[in-house]
């Protein structure tokens, strides 16, 4: 199983980068995903989750009302819409199958945003 996240980088405060995940080796269309996030010297933490079909998701606090989760099961592709980014959301993003912070989910290699202020 490979989930290749792309799209980081460095952003000025306020702005809208996407993230894109895509997913192999793995029937994704039979597995919820979600996307989480490491910034520097904290733990882990989950901030967006999407259903199998896409009808459904769910956000952290931290992030709601800022960030988009999306997929294209046609594609095998999971996306993360980004806006309004302050300094505190640098972080690594990691897409992964699940919700949560499950070590036993699949997990991509992380993609590193990082917020200008």
């Known amino acids: 199983v490979q989930l290749q996240a792309s799209g980081g980088g460095l952003v000025q405060a306020g702005g809208s980068p996407r993230l894109s995940c895509a997913a192999s080796?793995?029937?994704?269309?039979?597995?919820?995903m979600g996307w989480s996030r490491q910034a520097p010297g904290r733990d882990r933490e989950f901030i967006a989750g999407i259903i199998k079909g896409g009808g459904s998701t769910n956000y952290a606090d931290a992030v709601k009302g800022r960030f988009t989760i999306s997929r294209d099961n046609a594609k095998n592709l999971v996306y993360l819409q980004m806006n309004s980014l302050k300094p505190e959301d640098t972080a690594v993003y990691y897409c992964k199958t699940g919700w949560g912070t499950d070590p036993d989910d699949y997990w991509g290699q992380g993609t590193l945003v990082t917020v200008s202020s």
């Open positions: 080796g793995l029937t994704f269309s039979n597995y919820a």
